[in-house]
């Protein structure tokens, strides 16, 4: 089974949060993320760890927004 990734974007758009603060918390270590081609990729259970921590309500992840498949 692939893992499931969400873009840096969608995260910020998902907390509500600028996507520089994304980029800094990836480069500080306190976000896992892989960088596929050009791009940063977040797996959806970082994602969900950091729904926990900012306290949104389960049901919203995963199918929230569009998921991308690593290929």
Not at 23 to 43: D, M, Q, S
């Given at each position: 089974?692939s893992?499931?990734?969400?873009?840096?974007?969608?995260?910020?758009?998902l907390?509500?949060i600028?996507r520089?603060?994304?980029?800094?918390?990836?480069?500080?270590?306190?976000?896992?993320?892989?960088?596929?081609?050009?791009?940063?990729?977040?797996?959806?259970?970082?994602?969900?760890?950091l729904?926990?921590?900012?306290?949104?309500?389960?049901?919203?992840?995963?199918?929230?927004?569009?998921?991308?498949?690593?290929?």
């Amino acid at each position: 089974m692939s893992e499931l990734f969400y873009s840096t974007s969608e995260v910020a758009d998902l907390f509500g949060i600028n996507r520089v603060t994304i980029y800094r918390w990836v480069k500080e270590g306190k976000v896992k993320a892989y960088k596929i081609g050009k791009h940063i990729k977040i797996p959806v259970s970082e994602v969900e760890r950091l729904g926990r921590e900012f306290g949104l309500p389960e049901m919203i992840f995963p199918g929230s927004l569009e998921l991308k498949q690593k290929e």
